[in-house]
């Protein structure tokens, strides 16, 4: 996928409603309301955003991971958007998206943000995240912070649209008590799956409507 016709398609999709995470909520054997419930019973959360930048790299259109280093925390070595908390001196949780992908790649594009997706609740550390995505003619140099970022992936945007990247398998979920089979995608050889999984099958349907 060309990033011009990437761009077009995000555009017009921005302009209606946004589909949401009940349909892959479902393939994950719970609902939304579990969701819910499980916000309800703690504190207020801690408001987060991530940015999904689409940018153009060998004539193709790309959107930018990172694998997170292993550390002693509930998101360690796991796939997610760059992003991260909402500080003071934040304006709003946009300029959150973008100051964190900065800190975290090295990275400053000359990127516009054409919207957000819908906001995405993490129990295991009560946060709220919303994810902006954003679009730039280039992307980089890149100069991740080994603190936050153990690798960057760079994904064909046309990648992220195939059947064959949804895949499935066992994984204990903390608010349900229990394993379950649970959907994830495959993307170059990475398990993406939980909250960054839900990002990703929102910003599929936008670029499928």
Not at 21 to 31: I, N, V
Not at 75 to 81: D, E, K, P, R
Request: net charge negative.
């Amino acid at each position: 996928m060309r990033l011009s016709d990437a761009e077009q398609l995000l555009r017009a999709s921005f302009a209606r409603a946004l589909p949401g995470h009940d349909a892959f909520l479902e393939l994950s054997g719970y609902k939304r309301p579990d969701l819910e419930a499980a916000r309800r019973a703690d504190p207020p959360p801690r408001e987060s955003a991530v940015l999904a930048l689409i940018y153009e790299r060998h004539q193709e259109a790309h959107v930018l991971l990172m694998l997170r280093p292993d550390y002693d925390g509930v998101h360690s070595g796991q796939v997610s958007f760059p992003g991260g908390r909402w500080e003071p001196e934040d304006a709003d949780l946009q300029a959150t998206a973008l100051r964190e992908f900065a800190e975290e790649t090295g990275a400053t594009p000359d990127a516009e943000v054409l919207g957000a997706l819908s906001p995405v609740y993490i129990p295991p550390s009560r946060s709220l995240v919303t994810p902006f995505v954003a679009i730039a003619e280039q992307a980089g140099p890149f100069s991740p912070d080994p603190r936050e970022v153990a690798e960057l992936i760079e994904a064909p945007l046309g990648l992220l649209l195939r059947d064959d990247i949804l895949q499935r398998r066992e994984q204990h979920i903390a608010i349900m008590g229990r394993s379950v089979e649970i959907p994830y995608f495959d993307v170059q050889g990475r398990v993406v799956w939980g909250a960054t999984a839900m990002m990703i099958a929102e910003l599929r349907e936008l670029l499928r409507r």
